[in-house]
């Protein structure tokens, strides 16, 4: 397991939505020296993150962004027969927020509605999810929601996170459709290394407290408590350097592919150089990646839909893409498919 | 690999520090260039020169190019 291919099942739109707050990397020179940050930005790529008001949720975003499809798409509300929310930051602890969704985007009752907790490679997995209900007979159309206002749960003066991580949602629709021929994924898990990228308070193996709420001074100088989103980012770039090429050499053999077969690349917007190196291992060529990370940052599992929204001029149709993804656990994937026909809307501010 | 060439090779990440700084007992962390951004390339390195995995434990844990040479052979 791990290798699926599917076929006649493919993403038919999608769009995404992001806050109107825009933070310029350059102006956060009262938390970090100038060089840093210049430093920051020609490393990671990031000039500008969008990060959300104190009343706008991940769900929020993900509610703009299926309303902004239902407005311009020929699938109707009452068609959707499976909605798929992937998130950390849901609106409550209970209930999911595709429980709420359901309701709020004027679903069917006979809607199934469930919430995934993943990260960064939380678009690859909801797509597979995604593929795999439709494949079912009886279900035709899957709402796959995945947002992030990781701005919540993140400090901004924690020197791994602070400047890095941007909030958006987006919104996915997957059907079925002869044209759209064979799909393929490869799905991953390593929880060994699940300290990496974590928030180790505030869930029920070490619950919150004053204790757990107060910031605490870190030995890089970062300033974040234990209820804020932790990353050793070495650990994930030693990680994802040393593993994503290997998962991106494993599919193309099981689709029976070339790299050169391959029109574009969109790896999980992590970090700028992180993605390069990548490419460059997995003989990538640089011309064939599409980015978003320079104005949205690394928005976490909506940064795939983010960067081929972002780029959607360089798309011609029918392309084949390859997509992958490396998160908190560690959890990564990698998907080959082609965009026929997709609706890609333009993305949107709330 | 030996561990003179390995010694070139990080330095080759650093752009503005002067080459005779860099030996085996030199505590790597104590250089001004050195920061997250340098370990990256550091990590980097080791993958595509020797294919070896090193951690973010493991720079935290190495003081000197020798002891970070020596785990990268090691591991």
């Known amino acids: 397991m791990g290798l699926i291919k599917f076929n006649g099942i493919g993403i038919h739109s999608m769009s995404v939505v992001v806050p109107k707050e825009k933070v310029e990397t350059k102006s956060q020179n009262h938390l970090f020296e100038d060089e840093y940050l210049s430093k920051f930005i020609e490393t990671t790529g990031v000039a500008e993150r969008r990060i959300a008001r104190k009343e706008v949720c991940s769900s929020d975003l993900c509610f703009e962004a299926a309303n902004k499809l239902f407005d311009e798409v020929d699938i109707s509300r009452d068609e959707i027969d499976v909605l798929i929310f992937i998130s950390q930051t849901p609106d409550y602890k209970v209930p999911g927020s595709s429980i709420i969704l359901q309701d709020r985007l004027g679903l069917k009752k006979t809607t199934i509605a469930f919430d995934v907790n993943l990260t960064c490679s939380g678009f690859i997995y909801g797509l597979y999810l995604a593929y795999s209900l439709v494949n079912n007979s009886g279900t035709n159309n899957v709402l796959l929601l995945v947002g992030e206002t990781l701005s919540k749960i993140t400090s901004s003066e924690d020197k791994s996170t602070g400047l890095l991580l941007g909030d958006a949602g987006c919104a996915t629709l997957v059907n079925k459709n002869m044209k759209y021929g064979d799909s393929f994924f490869s799905l991953n898990t390593d929880g060994s290394s699940y300290k990496s990228v974590i928030i180790p308070a505030g869930g029920f193996r070490n619950i919150s407290s004053l204790a757990t709420l107060k910031p605490k001074m870190r030995e890089d100088g970062s300033l974040r408590s234990d209820e804020q989103l932790y990353m050793d980012g070495m650990d994930v770039f030693s990680f994802a350097v040393s593993l994503i090429p290997k998962d991106v050499k494993r599919i193309l053999n099981y689709a029976g592919m070339e790299v050169s077969e391959i029109d574009k690349v969109v790896f999980h917007q992590s970090n700028k150089y992180m993605m390069d190196v990548i490419a460059k291992k997995s003989k990538v060529e640089l011309s064939k990646m599409l980015y978003s990370i320079q104005k949205y940052g690394n928005t976490s599992g909506v940064s795939i839909p983010t960067a081929i929204i972002e780029q959607k001029e360089l798309i011609q149709n029918n392309d084949t893409f390859l997509l992958n993804a490396i998160g908190a656990g560690f959890s990564w994937g990698t998907a080959i498919l082609k965009l026929v026909d997709c609706t890609i809307l333009n993305i949107h501010e709330l | ?75």
Do not use: C
């Open chain 2, 1 to 75: 690999m030996e561990l003179k060439k390995f010694i070139e090779l990080f330095a080759e990440q650093f752009d503005d520090t002067a080459s005779e700084l860099f030996t085996p007992s030199t505590i790597f962390k104590d250089l001004e260039e050195w920061d997250s951004l340098t370990a990256l390339s550091v990590i980097a390195m080791v993958d595509e020169e020797l294919e070896k995995r090193i951690t973010g434990a493991d720079i935290r844990t190495s003081k000197t190019i020798e002891d970070l040479y020596n785990l990268a052979i090691s591991n």
